[in-house]
């Protein structure tokens, strides 16, 4: 694992393959190896052509742990993903993120449209736009003593979620209370490079796929049958949703 300073804050890395780039964003509670070399997506990615790079967030995985939730916005972690960019002296780059990570991915492509070619916005669609609620909650279940004390549903999921990562709870509950604005539509509108939006037909965190694509002109959108949040991230179908997605584009492929 790599590491790079972010400023001020240590963030790790990890790089594989050759061939046109694609920088990987993890979803909240999970961290490189669980949402892309346990899925299968690096040797998928690898072995499709491209060179992958992948981060984990800060309060995740080997990065630097902080517990001011002013410190995980969105743009602030899509600025952490444009600073390894420059790090690695990437001048543009496809991007996918799923979940909390399709939302960072979403923003370095608003606020740098110059660095991405193109992007994927997988595990959180329409929901994106209007929000996703539960923070609190969760940031409860991730501070209670233990999983038995723990009685809201949806958050306990979180929760064991978090703990199977072997997370930083304490960082985690700060990262869910930040500030989620929501994404304003004619923000979404202005992206002009391809997109491809992705969720599992029965995904209610992410929402509706259509919701999300009726807002992005040209965007693309696929949505998984019979997979929800946590199932559709190595889904079969998904992955091969992206590399026909990105095969059809032209980003410098050999």
């Given at each position: 694992?790599?590491?790079?300073?972010?400023?001020?804050?240590?963030?790790?890395?990890?790089?594989?393959?050759?061939?046109?780039?694609?920088?990987?964003?993890?979803?909240?509670?999970?961290?490189?190896?669980?949402?892309?070399?346990?899925?299968?997506?690096?040797?998928?990615?690898?072995?499709?052509?491209?060179?992958?790079?992948?981060?984990?967030?800060?309060?995740?995985?080997?990065?630097?742990?902080?517990?001011?939730?002013?410190?995980?916005?969105?743009?602030?972690?899509?600025?952490?993903?444009?600073?390894?960019?420059?790090?690695?002296?990437?001048?543009?780059?496809?991007?996918?993120?799923?979940?909390?990570?399709?939302?960072?991915?979403a923003f370095l492509?608003?606020?740098?449209?110059?660095?991405?070619?193109?992007?994927?916005?997988?595990?959180?669609?329409?929901?994106?736009?209007?929000g996703v609620g539960?923070a609190e909650e969760?940031?409860?279940?991730?501070?209670?003593?233990?999983?038995?004390?723990?009685?809201?549903?949806?958050?306990?999921?979180?929760?064991?979620?978090?703990?199977?990562?072997?997370?930083?709870?304490?960082?985690?509950?700060?990262?869910?209370?930040?500030?989620?604005?929501?994404?304003?539509?004619?923000?979404?509108?202005?992206?002009?490079?391809?997109?491809?939006?992705?969720?599992?037909?029965?995904?209610?965190?992410?929402?509706?796929?259509?919701?999300?694509?009726?807002?992005?002109?040209?965007?693309?959108?696929?949505?998984?049958?019979?997979?929800?949040?946590?199932?559709?991230?190595?889904?079969?179908?998904?992955?091969?949703?992206?590399?026909?997605?990105?095969?059809?584009?032209?980003?410098?492929?050999?």
């Amino acid at each position: 694992m790599h590491k790079f300073n972010s400023a001020g804050v240590e963030l790790a890395y990890e790089s594989w393959g050759e061939g046109p780039p694609i920088l990987l964003i993890h979803g909240f509670a999970s961290n490189i190896n669980v949402n892309w070399r346990d899925t299968g997506w690096v040797k998928t990615l690898t072995g499709g052509g491209y060179r992958v790079v992948a981060l984990d967030n800060r309060g995740h995985g080997e990065s630097e742990k902080l517990y001011d939730s002013a410190l995980y916005s969105a743009p602030m972690m899509a600025d952490d993903a444009r600073r390894l960019l420059d790090h690695l002296k990437i001048e543009k780059t496809a991007v996918m993120g799923y979940s909390m990570g399709a939302r960072i991915s979403a923003f370095l492509t608003m606020q740098y449209p110059e660095r991405v070619a193109a992007a994927v916005f997988a595990g959180l669609a329409s929901r994106m736009i209007t929000g996703v609620g539960g923070a609190e909650e969760i940031a409860v279940a991730l501070e209670a003593p233990n999983l038995a004390a723990v009685t809201d549903r949806d958050a306990r999921g979180f929760r064991i979620f978090a703990d199977s990562t072997k997370s930083d709870k304490a960082a985690l509950a700060a990262c869910i209370r930040s500030s989620r604005v929501k994404i304003k539509e004619e923000a979404l509108a202005a992206i002009r490079c391809p997109v491809l939006v992705v969720a599992g037909e029965l995904d209610e965190v992410a929402g509706d796929v259509a919701g999300l694509t009726s807002i992005i002109p040209g965007s693309k959108g696929v949505t998984l049958p019979k997979r929800n949040h946590m199932n559709a991230v190595g889904d079969s179908g998904y992955k091969s949703a992206v590399l026909d997605f990105l095969n059809g584009l032209d980003l410098g492929k050999a």
